[in-house]
T-cell receptor, first 109, second 113 residues
Framework: GEDVEQSLFLSVREGDSSVINCTYT??????LYWYKQEPGAGLQLLTY?????DMKQDQRLTVLLNKKDKHLSLRIADTQTGDSAIYFC?????????FGTGTRLQVFP | KAGVTQTPRYLIKTRGQQVTLSCSPI?????VSWYQQTPGQGLQFLFE???????NKGNFPGRFSGRQFSNSRSEMNVSTLELGDSALYLC????????????FGNGTRLTVT
């Protein structure tokens, strides 16, 4: 079955690292994505990882993929107030994205 | 390169009416997908078009339809609107090659009263 799960909320202090977790169920997914959504806006593509990779780093963002446990995480280093948003993980399967519920990240000073 | 453009940004309609939403993909992108976002159901796939053909369809009633033109622009139509159709409708485009990522527009916020 197709199901992607995320925790609903995460609160971090400015300057700390944030880690957002995601689990998925379909092992045939080819790509896994992270999108960011700010209030009143669409989805901004942050990064994505191919299913045969373990890790991908892009500036402050690090994606870790544990294919055995079907677990994906997004680490944001040196979290800033501008990182406050909802973060969605999604698996790409049969030409469509299946999204998680989204994690609301709140950054406080 | 300009991003995915959706028009209009906001729409207010009454029950029973129909609505057409428009999406212009990133230049060179041939695949356009539509998603519905609601607080209760989250983000759900509606359909995908590639080279004017519907390639994939989500689990939505027949009142939801779409099409793609030869310039890759896409429209989606919802007929006989219901209150539950109130949502943010997001369009995404990708080049269409196997590994290409999806890029989203800012969406059209539809309110049905």
């Amino acid at each position: 079955g197709e199901d992607v799960e995320q925790s609903l909320f995460l609160s971090v202090r400015e300057g700390d690292s944030s880690v957002i977790n995601c689990t998925y169920t379909d092992s045939s997914s080819t790509y896994l994505y992270w999108y960011k959504q700010e209030p009143g806006a669409g989805l901004q593509l942050l990064t994505y990882i191919f299913s045969n990779m373990d890790m991908k780093q892009d500036q402050r963002l690090t994606v870790l993929l544990n294919k055995k446990d079907k677990h994906l995480s997004l680490r944001i280093a040196d979290t800033q107030t501008g990182d406050s948003a909802i973060y969605f993980c999604a698996e790409f399967n049969t030409d469509k994205l299946i999204f998680g519920t989204g994690t609301r990240l709140q950054v406080f000073p | 390169k300009a991003g995915v453009t959706q028009t209009p940004r906001y729409l207010i309609k009454t029950r029973g009416q129909q609505v057409t939403l428009s999406c212009s993909p990133i230049s060179g992108h041939r695949s356009v997908s539509w998603y519905q976002q609601t607080p209760g159901q989250g983000l759900q796939f509606l359909f995908e078009y590639f080279s004017e053909t519907q390639r994939n369809k989500g689990n939505f009633p027949g009142r939801f339809s779409g099409r793609q033109f030869s310039n890759s622009r896409s429209e989606m139509n919802v007929s006989t609107l219901e209150l539950g159709d109130s949502a943010l409708y997001l369009c995404a485009s990708r080049s269409g090659t196997v590994n290409s990522p999806l890029h989203f527009g800012n969406g059209t916020r539809l309110t049905v009263t």
